[in-house]
């Protein structure tokens, strides 16, 4: 007798969503491209001058975008770190909302996107503002703060 394993992997509604998104980039020089700016202007509480150029720190900008074309409530900021009081902490699940601190910008900079899968060493997180551009990108566990998943509050 033969049994088949099955496994069914549910993927956030958010996830498509970032994906059709991938090598949306930054405008070099003076222009902006027109999608960054519509990601920004899902941070409401981010000032009209930083939401009309491509060159503001978007990353949150992108997960608030994302989260809210899913139909859910995001954190509406700019800042990554902002991610840390939204939902509820889990543990690695993909797709998760992950933040990581951005030692290098100093203490309370930080950078999020969504969890793709974890190593030891290393997060794949697919996100905005990595290398300018939306992308996978990897970045080290040392640096992680938190993994989020919504609650109820989170729906619309």
């Known amino acids: ?54 060159s503001t720190a978007w990353c949150s900008a992108f997960c608030c975008w994302c989260i809210e074309q899913a139909g859910l409530k995001s954190t509406n900021k700019a800042n990554a770190r902002s991610w840390l009081t939204w939902g509820a902490p889990s543990s690695f699940i993909p797709g998760a909302v992950v933040v990581f601190s951005a030692p290098d910008r100093g203490e309370a900079a930080g950078h999020v996107g969504f969890a793709l899968y974890e190593s030891d060493k290393l997060v794949c997180v697919l996100g905005g503002n990595q290398s300018d551009r939306v992308c996978a990108a990897f970045y080290p566990r040392d640096r992680l703060l938190g993994y989020r998943w919504p609650t109820a509050a989170e729906g619309k």
Do not use: F, H
């Open 1 to 54: 007798m033969t049994t088949e394993a099955t496994s069914t992997i549910t993927v956030p509604p958010w996830i498509p969503i970032a994906e059709k998104e991938l090598g949306v980039a930054e405008v070099a020089g003076a222009a902006s491209n027109k999608r960054v700016l519509e990601y920004l202007r899902s941070c409401e509480t981010l000032p009209a001058n930083m939401q009309a150029v491509d």
